[in-house]
């Protein structure tokens, strides 16, 4: 019954390296995002997406990019990876703005990466 | 701005007591959603209930209850006759309506329910 899947729940990588995280739903939701989370701070967004090939900045862009090719899988890169984006991160998806249900978002289990 | 607050970090309670897990919540909005999620030890957050900012009853579903005043911006939960599978870490958000599909977390609390 599993909704979200995030395909590594441990990765431990090396300053410098690209990371790609992968994401995929099941539920043709129209919504997927990315949240990092970090003890005292909660979950902060990342990145979002509405549709296949649209991305949008959430509150803490900077290190990362995103992809949708598409519907059902969203990706975070990080280019080139430093210690400080050693974090567990999330991916959510939902349906779209205005749909019954919209609001209510649909976790993975979390990545939860380390960056020596 | 929009901000969540819980300011309860850490909460140890013995089993079968009652506990109220606190949130407090700003916005310029009149129209917005409060939620909260339950994030247990194998890491995935799950949807526990979504309140819209113009109904104000309080809920109860089995042993959890939430109790949503607009007066003083709270959305506070409250777990009855705790039990060890609720020990995890529980996660109050706010969506506002216009703008983008995207949840406004607080920074959690951390119950642990002692048996």
């Known amino acids: 019954d599993v909704k979200v899947t995030q395909s590594s729940r441990y990765l431990v990588k090396r300053t410098g390296e690209k990371v790609f995280l992968e994401c995929v739903q099941d539920?043709?939701?129209?919504?997927m995002f990315w949240y990092r989370q970090d003890p005292g701070l909660g979950l902060r967004l990342i990145y979002f997406s509405y549709d296949v090939k649209m991305k949008e900045k959430g509150d803490i862009p900077e290190g990362y990019s995103v992809s949708r090719e598409k519907k059902e899988r969203f990706s975070l890169i990080l280019e080139s990876a430093s210690t400080n984006q050693t974090s567990m991160y999330l991916c959510?998806?939902?349906?779209?703005?205005?749909?019954?249900?919209?609001?209510?978002?649909?976790f993975g289990a979390g990545s939860r990466l380390t960056v020596l | 701005a929009q901000k969540v607050t819980q300011a309860q970090t850490e909460i140890s309670v013995v089993e079968k007591e009652d506990v109220t897990l606190d949130c407090v919540y700003e916005?310029?909005?009149?129209?917005?959603?409060l939620f909260w999620y339950k994030q247990p030890p194998s890491g995935e957050l799950v949807f526990l209930i979504r309140?819209?900012?113009?109904?104000?009853q309080n809920e109860i579903s089995g042993r959890y209850s939430w109790n949503f005043q607009k007066s003083t911006s709270s959305f506070n939960f409250t777990i009855t006759a705790s039990q060890v599978v609720d020990s995890a870490v529980y996660f109050c958000?706010?969506?506002?309506?216009?703008?983008?599909?995207?949840?406004?977390f607080g920074t959690g609390t951390r119950l642990t329910v002692i048996p």
């Open positions: 309140r819209n900012s113009f109904d104000e």
């Open positions: 959510a998806s939902s349906l779209l703005q205005g749909t019954s249900g919209a609001n209510v978002l649909t």
């Open positions: 958000a706010l969506r506002y309506e216009t703008g983008a599909n995207n949840l406004f």
């Open positions: 916005t310029r909005d009149t129209t917005y959603y």
């Open positions: 539920m043709d939701h129209e919504n």
